[in-house]
């Protein structure tokens, strides 16, 4: 099964190709530029080197979030159109769910905590352990978080886990470890997560797919401040 998977849930994120969960090529994308003037280029670039027409693809995947909404939403719709070009499914995977999975490879915690960066002095986060999501996605400041992690070892994953090592090691000490990476590329794992939902028979069409905001957009948030106001509420 050959799988091509994106990830724009960060500013670089990731593309990857791979052949029953054997990652043939992983690419870093570029910071610098904003993802709608990479893609679907760095997709192509990607088939180029490994030698393989887009027309053989079985399955596209790509991360549902949480991350940068607009990051989120280039993706989820260059991914949609080329599988509905295709005819071929659409498989959403979690950046949280790659993450854990990265991080539990080479670790001897299974407690980790996944951690992206929200910006506003926040990150999006949830918590793992044995591989399994034990704490639903949420979206709050590191101080109000990490107190309640306290009494066992934790590794944090993400790159919110960098931005916030100091804080992290500050409030839990030796209770806490960053992974290494602490901000991975994702494209390979979740590649891997969709081959293995795929040959358990999950192929959703793809515009089954749904992002995982975990906040509501900025416009969003916008248009209910208005309506508040104009109702007279605080």
């Known amino acids: 099964m050959l799988v091509l998977a994106l990830d724009t849930t960060t500013k670089g994120g990731s593309c990857a190709?791979?052949?029953?969960?054997?990652?043939?090529?992983?690419?870093?994308?570029?910071?610098?530029?904003?993802?709608?003037?990479?893609?679907?280029?760095?997709?192509?670039?990607?088939?180029?080197?490994?030698?393989?027409?887009?027309?053989?693809?079985?399955?596209y995947s790509v991360a549902t979030g949480p991350g940068s909404f607009t990051g989120l939403r280039i993706g989820i719709a260059t991914m949609q159109g080329l599988a509905f070009a295709a005819g071929k499914p659409l498989i959403g995977v979690s950046a949280f769910d790659a993450l854990a999975r990265v991080a539990g490879l080479h670790l001897e915690s299974r407690r980790i905590a996944t951690w992206i960066d929200a910006w506003r002095g926040e990150v999006y986060a949830a918590l793992y352990e044995g591989g399994r999501e034990v704490e639903p996605p949420t979206v709050r400041s590191p101080a109000a978080i990490l107190p309640g992690l306290r009494g066992r070892h934790t590794v944090f994953a993400g790159d919110a886990a960098e931005l916030y090592r100091s804080t992290i090691l500050d409030i839990l000490a030796e209770e806490a470890e960053?992974?290494?990476?602490?901000?991975?590329?994702?494209?390979?794992?979740?590649?891997?997560?969709?081959?293995?939902?795929?040959?358990?028979?999950?192929?959703p069409a793809p515009h089954a797919i749904r992002p995982v905001y975990v906040r509501r957009p900025d416009a969003e948030l916008a248009l209910s401040s208005r309506g508040a106001l104009r109702q007279g509420k605080p």
Do not use: F, K, N
């Open 17 to 59: 190709l791979t052949r029953d969960g054997v990652v043939l090529r992983e690419h870093e994308g570029d910071a610098a530029r904003p993802h709608d003037t990479r893609l679907p280029r760095d997709l192509m670039v990607l088939l180029d080197e490994a030698r393989i027409a887009l027309d053989e693809i079985d399955v």
């Open 178 to 203: 960053i992974a290494e990476p602490a901000s991975p590329l994702l494209a390979g794992t979740i590649a891997r997560i969709a081959t293995e939902m795929g040959q358990s028979g999950y192929c």
